[in-house]
């Protein structure tokens, strides 16, 4: 009959720990930083009294009018406001792969071949799309 | 019985966003209306949407793509990376209490997310590049197709066991959880999980496209396809879309998808509306708040379906 052993729990409670952190820490930042941007404590790069006329434009064509950031070069202008609440959102996107990389030792450890290369295909996967490579 | 019930539903889908008809009038967009307010009414919405959502049992996801997409002045591309980040952070939030409860199977979850994360790249980039109007016909189908399947799925779910296949096997996707609601632990195991696997690449596909929650058929997907029990399909459905969101998630943000005053609002609102919603939970009946869902549906379904087809 099969059971769950006592090295699943420990996988599962790994990846909740770290996934309780990463939410919190993204949470956080993502909530303080959205009211930095919101009281113009610090000023945003696309003044939201612009935004009306803006958002109803395509991606493509807001970027255009805007100079809107791709890719990760938003990280080099975190001064302005509505960049900084990215880096709420950047946390948020990464919490799984830490997540991954923190269960993948557990399972080499337990000679779980085909879930490490699950975590290790994972973390390629989720990494390639955070790189920009799509 | 049943006509109270729905009366109930579309009465309740239009207190549903007291925002909506202000937004539908609102041409062009924006025009009369402060930049503040719409953050306001966007969170509010979304508040009455995690109130809504948690009561009929279904992500907050999948109810805001449709909603703000087809009454909202923001344009689709912003609207559904939004709705990826709502949809990621609920499941993400959730996570660690599914875990630790043993609602959630992350073994279970793992090679399932893996093919719905390849999935969700796929539909990102596809969606990020195919022209508004067929994106918003699609969206309009795609939205119309869940009302009718939670129509007809709304009193199904299985909960027999099944001899786990060689995949299943080979992967360790059985086990046993503990159920409060019985008192009692309940053995599984997984089959047709080579279908599973096929079945979540495709769900990722529609999740990155429109930026849809999944919960709506990732939960049939194991439940019905896999064979796993419908609580522990519900848990490990909330844990694969924390992974899946988060690859469609990333290409949405490369590509400047991400709208920072639609962000953090919405987050919000449904979040809050979902603490509530669960004490609502209490005094409203599930298949009330699921009719009202289904109504909700329908009417933003058809509204996209009609945008996106110019009338």
């Given at each position: ?49 612009r935004l009306p006329e803006l958002w109803g434009l395509p ?73 920009g490579i799509f | 019985m049943r006509l109270r019930s729905l ?290 549906l329908v009417a933003a379904g058809v509204r996209s379906l ?6």
């Amino acid at each position: 009959m099969p059971v769950s052993t006592p090295e699943r729990r420990t996988e599962q409670e790994a990846y909740a720990h770290w996934l309780a952190w990463g939410v919190r820490l993204g949470f956080s930042a993502l909530v303080g930083t959205f009211f930095l941007y919101v009281t113009g404590l610090v000023p945003a790069g696309v003044a939201p009294e612009r935004l009306p006329e803006l958002w109803g434009l395509p991606v493509d064509a807001y970027i255009a009018a805007t100079g809107a950031p791709t890719g990760w070069s938003w990280v080099h202008r975190l001064g302005e406001g509505d960049l900084l609440n990215l880096v709420g959102v950047a946390i948020l996107a990464a919490t799984s792969i830490a997540c991954h990389l923190r269960v993948l030792p557990l399972f080499m450890r337990s000679r779980e071949r085909a879930l490490a290369a699950i975590c290790v295909a994972q973390v390629i996967v989720l990494g390639a799309a955070a790189a920009g490579i799509f | 019985m049943r006509l109270r019930s729905l009366s109930l539903a579309a009465a309740a889908a239009a207190l549903l966003s007291p925002g909506l008809a202000l937004a539908a009038r609102a041409a062009p967009p924006g025009a009369g209306l402060p930049w503040w307010a719409w953050p306001l009414i966007l969170f509010v919405t979304t508040f009455l949407m995690g109130i809504v959502a948690v009561v009929g049992g279904i992500g907050g996801g999948v109810l805001f793509v449709p909603i703000v997409g087809g009454f909202f002045p923001f344009h689709l591309d912003f609207v559904r990376g939004a709705g990826l980040m709502l949809a990621l952070c609920g499941a993400l939030s959730s996570g660690p209490g599914l875990l630790r409860g043993g609602l959630a199977s992350l073994r279970l979850a793992m090679p399932l997310a893996l093919a719905g994360s390849i999935g969700g790249i796929v539909g990102a980039l596809v969606g990020l590049a195919l022209p508004t109007r067929i994106v918003q016909v699609a969206l309009g189908i795609t939205v119309l197709a869940i009302a009718a399947l939670m129509w007809h799925t709304r009193n199904s779910g299985q909960d027999a066991s099944h001899a786990a296949d060689r995949w299943a096997l080979a992967l360790g996707l059985h086990g046993r959880f503990h159920d409060p609601a019985v008192g009692a632990h309940v053995e599984w195991n997984a089959h047709r999980t080579g279908l599973g696997l096929a079945a979540f690449f495709g769900i990722g596909i529609v999740g990155g496209l429109f930026g849809l929650g999944a919960g709506w058929a990732n939960v049939p997907a194991l439940n019905l396809l896999m064979g796993v029990p419908l609580k522990l399909a519900v848990g490990t459905s909330g844990l694969a879309i924390s992974i899946i969101n988060t690859s469609a998630a990333w290409v949405y943000m490369n590509k400047g998808a991400l709208l920072p005053i639609l962000i953090a609002p919405s987050i919000l609102g449904v979040m809050l509306g979902a603490r509530v919603g669960v004490r609502v939970l209490k005094a409203i009946k599930a298949a009330t708040a699921r009719n009202v869902i289904i109504a909700v549906l329908v009417a933003a379904g058809v509204r996209s379906l009609l945008q996106g087809l110019g009338a």
